[in-house]
């Protein structure tokens, strides 16, 4: 397998590029695609339809390739990736449910390869604003093959805007589904992690009352007002909280505890001034514990790097290929840091690198469990056997 990244401003762009690439004789079959939705996505499918290309696509909050990174862009990485070793997964949920939708993915995996692995892009929020719960896409896929099945992805971004997210492959788009890519794990290495870095600091707090994703009451006291006192507002002051929440509140994930697993980082995306609650990215249950997290520092792009070159000790591989799904809120919170974790991953597996900033992340932690993150940066390095 052979891996080449591409990356442009406009359709026109792209199809120069990867013209470029094919001049060594080159002849991918599958191109991964990040692009940020005030890109014209038809036009940019109809270059690789046009080359018989298969389409792996999800809208971005930012996107990034080996020494690149952007936002309102299109990366594409290609791969010459044998045909028989991969198969593209579509679900549009419509009118089924989220996990009826999810196991039917899961269920169709299983048919294609005896031991599939996963990349996976799930939409996030909807034209219409209805919003795709993560942690129940990975339970019900759990649920269908008994956590054998290793996964790696991200929820579709469109640049902080809230306006709606895609994923998309030849032919078909939604903003409210899925996109899988099947691949053969009996033909193809697949091996990735899912790490924060971020550290927990104080005693553990209680989420008393929770309304799907909405934090009603933390100890039984206001969400929102727990939150910004955290941070150092004083809510009940006549200051308007958003001068201080949107500047730094996605910068200090909720971890929350989950038994015999890794702790849960819970991101707060905003807030419902009336119900003074928290926002977060997917629902919570009542009575679930809690600490905060410390401020985000160098320790955390260290960590993350440090784990993956463990695990490529450990496992004695080398890698064709690296996606990387890392959480919008680490660019928000890390700023240029962010790129640096990016190049510090790609430094470690040496290979062709791309990927993007996501609205949640799915992916295997340390202990191998497959989990819905937030505020985590997930990578899978790839090689054919």
């Given amino acids: 397998m052979i891996a080449k990244t591409i990356k442009g401003n406009s359709p026109e762009e792209i199809k120069t590029a990867l013209q470029e690439s094919k001049e060594d004789g080159y002849k991918p079959t599958l191109a991964i695609i990040f692009i940020s939705v005030k890109q014209d ?7 690789f339809n046009q080359e018989g290309i298969d389409i ?11 020494g690149h990174q952007s936002e309102g862009a299109i990366v594409v990485m290609l791969l010459n990736i044998k045909k028989s070793n991969y198969s593209i997964l579509f679900e549009e949920i419509g009118e089924r449910t989220l996990k009826d939708a999810s196991m039917n993915l899961a269920k169709e995996a299983l048919k294609k390869f005896n031991k599939p692995a996963l990349i996976l892009c799930s939409t996030f929020f909807t034209v219409s604003g209805k919003m795709l719960d993560g942690e129940s896409l ?4 759990e649920g269908m093959t008994d956590s054998q099945m290793k996964i790696c992805g991200g929820m579709a971004g469109d640049d902080i ?5 895609f994923v998309f492959t030849n032919g078909r788009s939604t903003d409210y589904g899925m996109i899988a890519l099947a691949l053969n794990e009996e033909k193809i290495d697949f091996l990735g992690m899912a790490v924060s870095g971020w550290k927990p600091i104080g005693v553990h707090k209680t989420i008393t009352k929770c309304e799907d994703n909405l934090i009603m009451t933390i100890d039984d006291k206001p969400a929102l007002e727990m939150y910004l006192r955290f941070l150092g507002l004083d809510f009940t002051s006549d200051e308007d909280p958003s001068k201080f929440f949107d500047s730094v ?3 200090y994930p909720l971890q929350i505890e989950r038994e015999n697993r890794e702790p849960m980082m819970c991101n707060p995306i905003g807030y419902n ?3 003074k609650a928290l926002v977060c990215e997917s629902n919570v249950m009542p009575g679930s514990k809690f600490r905060f997290s410390m401020p985000p520092d160098f320790d955390i792009i260290d960590t993350v790097v440090s784990k993956a070159e463990e695990l490529k000790d450990k496992n004695n591989s080398e890698a064709e290929a690296l996606l990387i799904f890392s959480c919008a809120g680490r660019l928000s919170a890390l700023g240029p840091m962010a790129q640096e974790e990016n190049e510090g991953l790609q ?4 290979s062709p690198m791309a990927g993007f900033y996501t609205y949640g992340e799915f992916g295997m932690t340390e202990n191998g469990k497959q989990e819905f993150h937030s505020t985590t940066c997930c990578w899978v390095a790839l090689k054919e056997k």
């Fill in 41 to 47: 996505r038809e036009a940019v499918c109809e270059v």
């Fill in 56 to 66: 792996f696509g999800a809208t971005s909050s930012g996107e990034f390739i080996e």
């Fill in 138 to 141: 990975i339970r019900s896929i």
């Fill in 161 to 165: 805007s809230f306006t709606g997210t």
């Fill in 249 to 251: 509140g996605v910068h």
């Fill in 273 to 275: 001034i009336e119900k």
């Fill in 347 to 350: 430094n470690v597996w040496k």
